[in-house]
């Protein structure tokens, strides 16, 4: 039976987790992200997210949000040695179904396209940093 690496998977081009655990993780032929945000690599701020004086989220926007996570799911699956067109599960975590599941299934549409990975969306009370989507994927990197 041959090896399989199970070595953690960490890039700079994707934020730093928010807790101990990798950006990814391979096991045998599948590929597993860890929950993945719309904060930027460069300086951890969340795209779209509107501040008061006081530095209380006042607002956010949703679009700006989808970009992001997805261009950071992208960074992962780069740093993995992996594509797009490989993935076969998403799990979506937004903060508010009903405001932003349009423009997220909208926005999901474009940027996965012929994909078309597994879905499941749920809405929570609330993710560990001010962010409105969390992503949680599986990319299969065997043979077809």
Do not use: W
Not at 30 to 56: E, H, Q, T
């Amino acid at each position: 039976m041959p090896k399989t690496n199970h070595s953690p998977i960490s890039t700079t081009t994707a934020p730093k987790p928010v807790g101990a655990y990798p950006h990814a993780r391979r096991a045998g032929p599948l590929l597993f992200l860890s929950g993945i945000g719309p904060r930027s690599a460069v300086d951890n701020s969340i795209p779209g997210n509107v501040y008061d004086a006081d530095g209380k989220l006042t607002d956010y926007d949703i679009e700006a949000q989808c970009q992001s996570v997805f261009a950071n799911v992208d960074a992962v699956l780069a740093a993995s040695g992996a594509r797009l067109d490989q993935m076969v599960d998403v799990t979506v975590f937004l903060t508010d179904m009903q405001r932003d599941f349009k423009t997220m299934n909208r926005l999901y549409a474009e940027h996965f396209g012929q994909a078309q990975p597994c879905r499941t969306t749920v809405e929570i009370s609330s993710l560990p940093t001010p962010i409105a989507i969390e992503l949680k994927c599986v990319a299969y990197l065997g043979t077809h």
